[in-house]
């Protein structure tokens, strides 16, 4: 035997080498071992054979203990069977009491009885509780009877009557139960005899119902017989009015000895589905008897009847077991109506065997071997499947690792087969094995219920996997199994409560249970419940009541034990038909559903209702009525509800009135009635509707209808009434239909469901049974055929007959239709012969249809079917009208092929098909356009025809709606299809629809359509997100949505959010700005709760308009804060995460994640809304509205990120997961369910020991092996190092850290050197960072590893210390985080010093420490190990030397220019009585060359303030000042010195630390203080600079020393601000700013009113020069402005912005300026421009500010300027276009010149104008350009001299004077004006200013207001003389050649009297 004791398998190995030899080329399969020696038979084992059941030897494995019959006993000792106990009448043996004494009380079998024998000689008559219409089927109109008979065997004399009534009696007649009875109709007597055999020596259950209306039906067993029952009927005589109304008991002459029992009556008819009744059992009872192949009871009389009937399937308990019977009240198992008892089975020993049938003996060694062979005990028997239930409770959940059996057949031992249910480390599982596969499928323990009743079944079959459900849901599968031979079926017993072998492996378990049922076949999902008599529908099931079809009529056990003895009694009343699928109620018919005997029922006071109330109902009505008529009530909680609507009663009603429902409710004193809104859906007649309302008093009511919101009535607008007191409750029941309702009509009604408390708007859909696709399709179709819930039952079309519904998917919810090409499977959905459909010509609008399939694939037939029938409407297939569907082989491919004939043509389209899966098709049709098809939401185009019909074509039409075959005959054969929700709509509009909107895991899904929001106020419904269909609505204005209300509910108040919160919300925001907008809102706005709000920011990197999203979640006691961008008018998906633990609150933007922010601050609120509110914040006086539009919502009640729907894939990030969730793209499939495949467990394994090797998986990045942690990515390393709990999570040690540190020093060296890097950038890397504090540090540390490790933290802490990097991102963060540049600085000096502490240090070395070091560009850092024996006790930190020996380190002290600092540390402060020889301490100094440039420079004055030792060289007692205190800042390095063991401060003796000053201090004219970080100063956050404990020894120009006597994490030296220098430069520089700005602004404003002032001078150009002057005064106040402002305040924001704005615009105009001088030279032209002047002037200028506003914002006014910021270089926003303007300027002015030797205007005095102002502008401009390339000096940081600023600040403030002398005192016009004398235009209407080419010009091209002055001269008047044509043609030729004919609009007084001047 190989040492290794390993089994090779193709090799061998050869003694204790360590080779393998022999290697083999062979396949293997299924390798066994058994652990004994085989013989005979058993040799086939080893080939795998299954062995005959009858070859097993199966008497060796019996139970090694007694069994004895269980049998439990009665539930109520006093009372009889609770379902008997509630009929009218009910008399078992043991209460009858006759005089006779020779009655005979005797047992039959399990069931006693009253034995009718030759001593009963005279009748016993039962006359004690009877009255009248009982006896006497005359004087009723239903009643219903039963009782139990058991004939004896021997029947010497056959005949004798049993009963004997008035009208009516049962007789035994050879062998059969003959009933005879009479009763009258319209005056004659009719009678109806009959006949059914019975069993002789069982008891069998006889009964009859009656009612007049249909007569008699005669049930045995709960069966009815009246159809083969042999009947008779005739006339009967009259028996004449009774002498008393009794029943009689009694027996003729020698017949046989009869013994009865239990007689039961029930004054009303019973229906086919309440035959449980006769028999005593309750629903669920009788249906899983009489249909379940196998069905174990523990109630006591369902036990003992079923008992008496030889049908009972017995229960044996062990002799020793402890078992206990328990009473179960009804409705503790949920949705069941229970009576009897449960069984407990006790860990105390406690377990049972299931039988068939009973053995003889009271005791025996019992085998079980009646399973041998069979189905359950044997899987691989199961040819169709096998299914099995039972109800379960569990006592206990052990928590060992034992296997606790719960139900067994064998699967746990290897040699048997079977199936279990075992509980397993808290894991409910169950297994299978069928001898060639195995199927395991467990449910973690948070997925069953610990402590209640659940219901769990499985269903399995060998091709379809083993599938689990938990109260009727599926929760999981197994589809594929593994491979697993067992031979043998060695156990074939099955067991409760232990394991099926003799040994008692694992132990015993305590639960209960109750019902055990099995099919022998397979069950589809929706059938399940159905199966096992669930509630049938999983909506309903969650209400606090909920009455099917059936229950409207039966009601429950207890709400009719409740009800015993009120009137009127629970149950139906008056004309009620409910046999069919629903129910009819006629002419004052009702059915009572429910008595309350408190004032304090919600249901029935709906001011008691504390959570509100909801109720809803499907009804029909027959008719409409009109104006005037009665209402016809629905649905009351009054038995009076006209009191309700009159509002003398509290209470609710559901009615039917003019046309429409209506709903009335009354609440206290407020009375709340709607009718269904005109924007709802119109009312149909003869068409089902779910009606209903939600209601809350805070609230109000929201009418529903089809799951949808059909009217809104606010709590603030219900009516006052005034109601009566409540005296008793005789008035207070619930109830369908009314005894008033007199209108002459059937009311139809179909399930009725109450919830105690306000219903989610989102979910509103369920109240109608549906899912949200369903009933929105039947909301909007006009034919539907379902094939489950409501919908499937209104139709009562189909031909149930060929109905299959055999498969399901699980994408499906219930029931989908099977058809199948052998034709033995095809169905017909009912006759429409009045539906257009089956005749397309009639169909005006067209039609649409729509249907979801399943295809196989089409394989055509030898006899040439070769086209498989998939739907088809009339005989289109023989050219005959109609519509059809059809699949076939195409061009080698499956097609479908679309049909449409009408009278005239045949349309035909042909796509391809889809194959083996489920998919939508829609085909529309209409006569114009033929036929359009669509494919799972997308159009197909395909092949289309249209043809001409034969001449003469037989309009012969089938009017069915047939599947799987054709009506035609031919070719036309079935196919194998699956069909579900189909539906026809007189539309032919194909559209597509929204798709890949999954939500299917949200706990709410708004879709935000009509019927989903209950409060909108200005809301415009808009096209989603898709363009698709107004399914989206759009907010502005004061519009808002309160989508929603929840009390005390996780959705509103987040601290009750156990499992964390999930948000998801589309939005494209329209429009934002500086304030706050809220998207959603549950009131973290002001209270707890959680918002989404949005304002303006910058534009991103695209230039794109961005906005700020901020999302806030409050729990009431913390709140948690994220931020992020979204883009403007672009549809975004903003969603968050979180939970109370240490995920905190997670961002994401459309999927992404933005930010984690895991640190809560306190928010203590006592406040809770209830509303969830889209648009506005959540609070009544709420004002910050939204401008968006909204998409999709939804709403988890748990934390994405903790708790997935489905794993992640292998490669997928847990974040990406968790954003496809969000953004509604992840869809549930089936495969979600499923789950892998396991080896078995077996009992008979054991493993002594477990050699467990780890290894890192391949795809680990990041691997931790102490806590098998793996991150494959380093985003998703990052998502966990950030969360709380990185301490726990990790324990990475150091040798991991250089490669975790180089990601992310790569992560920051991606922002390097990027100077606008936002606060968020910065945010990323800082939690990065500070969670590598947690890292464990290996006890022992080589330094030359240590130097490695810490490179990287070095590097990345300098990088993100870089002041051009990150200068504005610091400053953002320390204002409002305690994680600022100190506190970066710490986690890298902690992480050292840890590091420091674990140095390996030797015992031996006398002239050296241990020690490392490390550098950057920024940052020296060197640590020092020291043991205080064999190293200095005193020193001098740090050693240059040493680092000088670096190269790396020897090159940053060259660029530091050999730095100076040091801290001296003496002997004292390790004094040897604390400090042994060997004792050892470690030292860290850190030098930090820029970190002053980020580290903010507060401080607290009261420290420096109080210092008694700060010295200055030339007056050392001088008093501080603390303004000049304030104004310090930090003049050195900043130096961090850690000590370990820490040195408890005050020391002994201070420490020396003396830094070197970055700027000399000249002549030591300023005070230099020592100070130091404190991180606990009151105040301030993060902390700020201090100087207790820290004082001055010494200074000079380049250095101080410090005395301090404390040793703090961080301990720098700081040094005031220089003190101002006392000469005149500010105050000359202010003066100057204020006189010349005066000056300026004074001289405009004069200009300016001149201009005004005088009329002459309105030309374009001095509007040009008015504009000017405006701008500049105001350039030059919002200068002025600044001395006002504080840095970074709103005025200095405001003087920014406005300088930018009026400055730009100011030389926007001076450019006008020039082009006006422009176009006067080059062009001749003078006016008609203004209106570009002033586009240019002031819009241009207006658009390049408000863009820099947007973006930069926060920019503006940052500096002592109140200037744009230099460090974004913002300010070449303003320098750029005033000089490109200025540049435009010269060049304009360059032409000008060029051009004035030869202009176009000819005017010598104009020309001299012009001249004038050129020349004028020509000095101006340079001058102006010399200003603004100082300013561009400025910016550029390039030093001027002191006189260089002066001269700056000068022409700089007189801008607007230099303007007005060159645009006011320069100008002749201007000078005249001011002269006031007379003036005459200077361009006459006969000045020549002719075009180029000559080409005339306008006559209104220039107007008066062009004209300049010029003086008059008096001109003699001249009489006019006449001109030749000639000449007159010449003068209008010379006048046409003028430009500028008509200057005036009146013409001078020279001109109208005949002169002009030339």
Known sequence: MPADNKLYVGCRKLGFSSSLQDYLDVELDELAFWGKYLKDKQLLWLTGAIIPAEDIEKTIFPYNTDLELLVAPPSDESGGNPYYEIADIYTPVDRLNFDDAEVVNITRGSKAGLLLNELVADPLELSETLDEGVSDLRQTDEVSFSFWIYPDVEASHPDGMILEAVSWDIQLIEGNITFTGQYSVDGAIKQEMYSVAVSLGIWSNFGFTFRKSTGFDI??????????????????????????????????????????????????????????????????????????????????????????????????????????????????????????????????????????????????????????????????????????????KLSTIPTNDNIYYILTSGEEDSMSRGFSINLHQQDLCVALVDGEKYWKVCMASDKYSADGWMHLAFTWKSNEGLWVFLDGDLVAANKEGVAHSRPTDRYNRITLGRNNANNVFGGFLSFYFQEVAVYLHFSVTYRIRELFALSANYHYSQADYYYSKESLVTSSLSSLQSASGQTPFVGPHGKVDAENKTIALGEGARLVLEHFDSASTCVMIPSECS??????????????????????FIVSSHAKPEKVINGSAEGWTIYYTEQTFMVTLVSGTKQYSMTISELAKPLLPQRWTNIGFTWSESVGMTLLMDGQVANILKAADAATVSPDAFTDSSDYYLMAGHEDNKNNTFIGIYNLVIFENYYFGSKAYELTGHTVDVISKYSTVDLMWTFDGPIHDFNNKYDEMVLRMETYDSSLIGAALQVTRDGLHNASLGNYSSECVTQPSSCKAGFQLSLQLKLSYYTPGEAGDDIGSILMLGSPDANFEGVAVQQLIEDGEDKIVALVVNDKYTWRRAVTAVIGEWFDLVIGWNIQDGIAMKINNKKVSGSQTKTLLPIGSSKLVTNHLIMGVGTGGGTNQGVDAVYNDISLTYNSKVTVEQEGRCYDTASLYYRLNKGQIFTMENEQYVKDRESISESAFKLAGDGYVELDYFVDHCFSDPSRCNNGLSVSLYVKLLASTSESQTLLSSGAAKDSGYSITVKSTSAGDDGEPKAEVKVVVSNGDSQWEVVGDILLNTWTNIGFTWNNSDLGLSLFVDGVHIETDTQSSNSKSDTQRFNLVIGRGNSDDAEDFSNAEFDDIGVWDSDLRAKQVTEPEEDEPLYEVVGIILQGKQCNTEDELLVEAEEPQVVETTLDSLSIVTLQPPNCQFYDESTNYCAETFEEFHADLTNDNANETFKFKLNKIPSILEEISKEVAQHMPNTSNSEDDLRQQLELFESVKYFEVDDVIDPREADLSIQHLVTVVNDLLDADTWKDAWDTIDDNSTRGPVALMTDLEELAMKITKNLYIGLDKEDDCSNFKSGAENLLMSCQKRRLKLCDSEFIFPEYDKLSADPSLNSTLEKWKRPTDNVYMPASLFPKHEYPDDAVVSVAVFLYEEASSVIPSRLDVSTFINLEATTSADNPEAAVDPDKVEQ??????????????????????????????????????????????????????????????????????????????????????????????????????????????????????????????????????????????????????????????????????VAAIAQHYFFVVSYAWVLMEALWLFYAVTNGTLMGKMKYYVFFGWVVPAGIVILCVSMYLNKYGLNEKCWLTYNDYLIFAMLVPILFCLFLNASALLIIVCNLPQPTLKREDILSEVRWAVFFAMLLVPILFFIWLLALMDVLKINTSDTVMLVYTAIFSLQGFLMFLVYGVGQRSVRMAVMRRKYQPEYPSSALLSHRGNSPASSTEISRADSAYVEVKPQPMSRPTSRSSKEKSDNSSDRTQTPVTALHSRPSSAESEGGYIS
């Not at 003729?252 to 239990?262: E, Q």
């Not at 039988?355 to 359950?376: D, I, K, N, R, V």
């Not at 109330?613 to 104006?627: G, K």
């Open 611 to 632: 959570s509100g109330l909801t109720v809803a109902t499907w009804a029909r009505n027959n008719l409409f009525l009109e104006e005037g008529d009665s209402p016809i």
């Open 1528 to 1693: 310090s800042t930090v003049n050195s390095r900043i130096m961090s010195i850690l000590v370990d063991p820490q040195v408890p401060a005050p020391l002994d003796e201070c420490i020396i630390i003396t830094l070197e000053h970055k700027q000399a201090n000249k002549d030591n004219k300023r005070t230099s203080y020592c100070a130091f970080w404190d991180f606990k100063l009151a105040g301030m956050l993060g902390g700020g600079w201090s100087s207790d404990g820290c004082e001055v020894a010494e200074t000079n120009e380049t250095h101080t020393v410090c005395c301090c006597y404390h040793m703090t994490s961080f301990a720098i030296m700081m040094e005031p601000e220089e003190e101002e220098v006392h000469d005149s430069l500010p105050q000359t520089i202010s003066m100057i700013m204020y006189v010349c700005n005066g000056l300026s602004i004074v001289s405009l404003l004069l200009l300016c009113l001149i201009i005004l002032c005088s009329k002459a001078l309105r030309s374009e150009r001095y509007m040009v020069h008015l504009n000017l002057s405006i701008a500049m005064i105001f350039a030059h106040g919002s200068y002025l402005l600044v001395d006002f402002a504080e840095e970074a305040s709103v005025m200095c924001k």
């Open 219 to 392: 049930y045995v067993n709960g069966i009815k017989r009246s159809a083969d029952a042999e009947y008779t009927e005739g006339t009967g005589s009259d028996p004449g009015s009774p002498v008393d109304d009794v029943i009689k008991l009694r027996r003729w002459g020698g017949a046989n000895n009869v013994t009865v029992n239990d007689l039961v009556i029930w004054k009303r008819y019973l229906y086919s589905f309440e035959s449980y009744r006769f028999l005593g059992m309750s629903p669920s009872e009788a249906y899983l008897d009489s249909h379940a192949d196998f069905y174990w009871s523990t109630d006591y009389y369902t036990t003992t009847d079923k008992a008496a009937m030889n049908t009972s399937l017995p229960i044996y308990k062990a002799a020793a077991s402890t078992v206990q019977s328990v009473v179960v009240a009804d409705g503790e198992i949920p949705g069941q109506t229970n009576k009897g008892q449960a069984m407990k089975v006790t860990d105390d020993n406690g377990w049972l065997m299931l039988a068939l049938e009973p053995f003889s003996g009271s005791t025996t060694t019992y085998t079980g071997s009646e399973f041998a062979g069979t189905c359950l005990s044997d899987p691989s028997k199961c040819e169709n499947g096998l299914t099995v239930a039972l109800w379960l």
